[in-house]
């Protein structure tokens, strides 16, 4: 007999992900014809946007659980999920000529994708620990696979190498926290789990260890400074379009997954994880942006900026309030649609031949390609937080909140170093604008005027989003509280 709240259709969305992963891989057995691969990237696409469709009628429903209480759907995981597979969808499409010129235009590149997208929504949705476990090792496993799919690259095969070794070891670490937690409670659901954290209060040692292996667990996860290690191999080392689906998608994940472990499980130890995450934040925000300066690998110097970002998105989740976590959730949501554009625009400037990842491939591009160039500009722009543009905003938001929470300081420290790290950004853009070519750069001669467009109106968003940052802001709080 099956529980009373079991409710299958509540998980219809990632039912719905899975089952095609699965019928697009089957596919792919039957399917005879002279493009074999061209259907699954269609119908993995077309998944995405269909399940987009399907999470908006869920906005409304308020919370509800299912699968015997393991299973949350709320206001937050519709909105984080929205965002997950559209943003998801736009890596496919900015990815797929660039996979079909390199032989990575496989039918398992993109059902590996769409199972990584089902264990980054379990994640969002998960009020268990083994559930949030569960999604975060289906996400991570498939990641594993998706770096190393250039076999042929010693690059990318030693980039997958020390990602599986160090998410490993961070999965072990948290899985330990959780054994931990449940020693503690006798339960592993979230709300029990945070009565019987409440209940030993904070200077319990059996706590404490439990909040310091969760914090180090997700710091690895996340690539907060020092557990960073692997974050500029993984980005230089992975196919750009694999980059690119581990740039953008996975940060909104994260933040749902803190949400959901810290703020919703641990917020009884609030005052000992803060301290945690407030030393996290700092040395990601200064080592991040400083580190990015030496950089003149673009991949490279993203995956600085992205520790860098992550420790401001950090920021919101010190706050310790609503105001805050709302904040955070603003911030990675412009963050992921400003490095998914990043990445589109990279992709669009390969060729069969040569990959636009260094910084000198750039110099002259705003004489060559005076659009592309001026796209670049606005990204780099908003990823400094210059206004008007959305990246400003973002991290206003932030800041604002640090400064309601009486953390002045720790708000004018991160204005401090996000100052240096515009240095970096404004960087490509002079080399764009006022460096001569060293050599004649090979530009794609295919016409791929539909892929443009829509890297174009990815970047315009950042701009024409301005006249309702307000009610953006508004969303994000109204599914927080």
Not at 32 to 59: E, F, H, Q, R, W
Request: charge should be neutral; hydrophobic fraction near 55%; charged fraction near 10%.
């Amino acid at each position: 007999m099956m529980p009373e709240n079991f409710n299958l259709m509540l998980a219809l969305p990632e039912l719905f992900v899975s089952g095609m992963a699965c019928l697009i891989l089957l596919y792919r057995l039957y399917d005879k014809s002279c493009c074999p691969n061209l259907m699954p990237y269609i119908a993995s696409v077309s998944t995405l946007l269909l399940t987009a469709i399907m999470l908006i009628g869920d906005y409304q429903t308020g919370a509800r659980l299912g699968f015997n209480s393991t299973f949350v759907q709320d206001p937050m995981a519709v909105v984080v999920k929205i965002a997950i597979v559209l943003i998801t969808a736009l890596v496919f499409i900015y990815g797929a000529r660039y996979n079909s010129e390199r032989g990575y235009f496989k039918t398992e590149f993109y059902v590996l994708g769409l199972f990584g997208v089902v264990g980054m929504m379990l994640m969002t949705s998960a009020s268990h620990m083994l559930t949030l476990y569960m999604g975060l090792e289906l996400f991570s496993l498939s990641l594993y696979a998706m770096v190393a799919f250039y076999r042929d690259s010693r690059v990318a095969s030693e980039a997958a190498i020390k990602y599986f070794i160090l998410g490993a070891l961070a999965s072990a670490i948290l899985l330990y926290a959780i054994s931990l937690l449940y020693g503690l409670s006798g339960s592993l659901h979230i709300s029990d789990v945070k009565a019987a954290v409440a209940g030993h209060g904070l200077s319990h040692l059996g706590a404490i260890l439990a909040v310091v292996l969760v914090v180090v667990g997700l710091a690895f996860k996340l690539g907060a400074v020092p557990f960073h290690m692997w974050v500029p191999d993984v980005y230089q080392g992975s196919p750009t379009s694999v980059t690119a689906y581990l740039g953008a998608a996975p940060k909104i994940a994260a933040f749902a997954m803190l949400m959901r472990i810290l703020v919703d499980g641990l917020a009884p130890q609030f005052e000992n994880w803060q301290d945690m995450l407030i030393i996290l934040a700092v040395l990601s925000i200064a080592v991040g942006n400083i580190v990015a300066i030496a950089q003149r690998n673009i991949k490279r110097m993203l995956a600085y900026s992205t520790i860098s970002h992550m420790g401001f998105f950090l920021l919101g989740i010190i706050s310790g309030n609503n105001m805050g976590y709302s904040a955070s959730l603003f911030y990675v949501l412009i963050y992921a649609v400003m490095s998914v554009a990043v990445f589109g625009l990279i992709l669009l400037r390969t060729t069969k031949t040569t990959e636009s990842e260094r910084m000198a491939d750039f110099k002259g591009l705003g004489a060559r390609e005076p659009l592309m160039a001026f796209l670049m500009l606005v990204l780099m722009f908003s990823m400094a937080g210059i206004p008007p543009f959305a990246g400003f905003w973002a991290k206003m938001s932030v800041i604002n909140a640090l400064m309601q929470s009486n953390l002045t300081w720790l708000a004018i420290v991160a204005v401090l170093l996000a100052v240096i790290g515009a240095y970096y950004y404004l960087r490509v853009i002079k080399t764009m604008y006022f460096d001569e070519p060293e050599m004649e750069v090979l530009i794609p001669a295919q016409n791929h005027t539909a892929i443009r467009w829509l890297l174009v109106l990815n970047v315009l968003a950042l701009i024409l989003v301005l006249p309702w940052i307000g009610s953006l802001i508004d969303l994000t709080r109204s599914v927080i509280q």
